[in-house]
Antibody
Framework: QVQLVESGGGVVQPGRSLRISCAAAGFTFSRYAMHWVRQAPGEGLEWVAASSADGTKKYYADSVKGRFSISKDSLRDTLHLQMNSLRADDTALYYC???????????WGQGTQVTVSS | DIQMTQSPSTLSASVGDRVTITCRASQTISNYLAWYQQKPGKAPKFLIYKASTLESGVPSRFSGSGSGTDFTLTISSLQPDDFATYYCQQYYTYPLAFGGGTKVEIK
């Protein structure tokens, strides 16, 4: 069955960097576009970034453009999100999600918590 | 960028009630609208795509309608398992966007 397992979250100071990852299993990773969606504590869902199936096309929310970078490693079936210049408002649970049927999300990981605090 | 607005933000209802949640887009998105259900401490669950097509395994008491800018999610007879927060999402264009959510509470 499809599994998405995020890792790499933690507490980081403002202005610092962090890379989170998502290990995929149970499907042909190279054939699917993948996304990151985040949820701040007690808040709603916010789409963050997307990678096309082959990793050549990338899209970002305005709030993270220029600071975050998504990458897809189809040799290791792993999705990454490099987060630089982190701010307090980046504090959230970050979900790795699989795209299908257009840019809709049929499978979600359980999330990795990122907390930006001094 | 397209903004998605859901109403109400909270809804109190009883088991067996018919429930309707509204989602409005700031510009036309054709029928590129999806719905998700999220329970506390859990990842969202995919319910509906193309505004009205149920994902496999989703109970038939859920239905979606609308096109252009105005959409609805209806639960025909609310069940105990349906108390949750519901989100709409546009996928007409990037940046993708979710509505603010509607929490369905027990009356």
């Amino acid at each position: 069955q499809v599994q998405l397992v995020e890792s790499g979250g933690g507490v980081v100071q403002p202005g610092r960097s962090l890379r989170i990852s998502c290990a995929a299993a149970g499907f042909t990773f190279s054939r699917y576009a993948m996304h990151w969606v985040r949820q701040a504590p007690g808040e709603g869902l916010e789409w963050v970034a997307a990678s096309s199936a082959d990793g050549t096309k990338k899209y970002y929310a305005d709030s993270v453009k220029g600071r975050f970078s998504i990458s897809k490693d189809s040799l290791r079936d792993t999705l990454h999100l490099q987060m630089n210049s982190l701010r307090a408002d980046d504090t959230a649970l970050y979900y790795c999600v699989r795209e299908q049927l257009g840019e809709t999300f049929d499978y979600w990981g359980q999330g990795t918590q990122v907390t930006v605090s001094s | 960028d397209i903004q998605m607005t859901q109403s109400p933000s909270t809804l109190s209802a009883s088991v067996g009630d018919r429930v309707t949640i509204t989602c409005r887009a700031s510009q036309t998105i054709s029928n590129y609208l999806a719905w998700y259900q999220q329970k506390p401490g859990k990842a969202p669950k995919f319910l509906i795509y193309k505004a009205s097509t149920l994902e496999s395994g989703v109970p038939s008491r859920f239905s979606g309608s609308g096109s252009g800018t105005d959409f609805t999610l209806t639960i025909s007879s609310l069940q105990p398992d349906d108390f949750a927060t519901y989100y709409c999402q546009q996928y007409y264009t990037y940046p993708l966007a979710f509505g603010g959510g509607t929490k369905v509470e027990i009356k």
